[in-house]
């Protein structure tokens, strides 16, 4: 019997110094309740002491959590509905405010801190139109909205916000489809502006180039006659002074051209009278006499 006393107590001993101990890890934080009191201490990662049945430890991950939280529809300033997907970095600040505030529970936690980041959110959106969102005005907003909330849930929370990201910004289907639609009745204009602007354009230059044309044909067209006219007067001189130096010649030579043109294709007929000029160089009895 008193061995197996002695067995039960070793073992309830073992068990006291067993709870006795908790280990903080790494990336995490202790805190230590007595009777549901907070007592105050700094709980690091190491091992440490407590009470056993009286005192009660709660470990807490003091890494950077993240929050991914559904698109949530916000108003711009111009009343423009868009549809905005961001997500939220943070981290534990305060363990026993976090403790009061959420018991601990992590998805707790979450769902208190999405509404004040949402708030943030809508304020800085309402206070902008469209276009300054677009063209870049969401890192102003995430630093606002990260300092406002990074405000609130230190003093409620005990929580650090580290950072706001906004993944998207979305029109609503309607309103894409209306952005669209004048979008590309802006481009269509555009583009008949261009188009029109272009044809006049090219008019102008085939009026040009016709214009252009037609002055350099005159010009050449006056060079040839010039040209020609020169030529036709320095033929005639040859033909005169040839013409003069011996006048027989001259004849027989024109002669013999003619009858080449004449019967050049070899099937020709004339008719003439007799005793005609043409032929004169054919008449055996003139050719003669001469």
Not at 14 to 39: C, H, M, P, T
Not at 52 to 70: G, M
Not at 86 to 100: E, G, P, S
Request: no cysteine; glycine share 6%.
């Amino acid at each position: 019997m008193k061995k197996y006393i002695a067995a039960i107590i070793a073992i309830v001993i073992v068990l006291v110094a067993a709870n006795s101990f908790f280990i903080v890890r790494e990336g995490q934080d202790g805190l230590l309740l007595q009777f549901g009191r907070i007592l105050p201490g700094d709980y690091g990662p190491g091992l440490h002491f407590k009470l056993p049945l009286v005192q009660d430890a709660r470990i807490f991950d003091s890494r950077i959590l993240t929050l991914d939280a559904k698109p949530e529809r916000y108003f711009t300033s111009e009343k423009k509905s868009v549809d905005v997907d961001f997500y939220v970095k943070w981290r534990i600040a305060d363990v026993a405010t976090f403790l009061r505030a959420t018991n601990g529970d992590q998805d707790s936690a979450n769902q208190r801190l999405a509404p004040i980041v949402k708030d943030a959110l809508r304020f800085q959106f309402n206070a902008r139109p469209l276009d300054e969102l677009i063209a870049g005005g969401r890192k102003d907003i995430t630093r606002m909205v990260r300092d406002q909330s990074d405000k609130a849930t230190r003093e409620t929370l005990g929580i650090q916000v580290v950072d706001v990201r906004i993944k998207r910004i979305d029109l609503p289907e309607a309103v894409s489809d209306s952005v669209y639609n004048r979008m590309r009745a802006e481009r269509l204009n555009l583009a008949n502006e261009l188009r029109a602007t272009g044809k006049e354009a090219g008019e102008k230059i085939r009026a040009d180039a016709d214009r252009q044309r037609q002055v350099l044909l005159a010009d050449a067209n006056g060079a040839a006659a010039a040209v020609r006219g020169e030529g036709d007067a320095k033929a005639a001189a040859i033909y005169a002074s040839a013409y003069s130096k011996d006048p027989e010649f001259y004849a027989f030579y024109r002669s013999m051209s003619a009858y080449h043109n004449a019967f050049n294709e070899g099937h020709s007929v004339l008719i003439m009278k007799p005793g005609s000029g043409f032929m004169k160089y054919f008449d055996k009895e003139a050719a003669t006499r001469r």
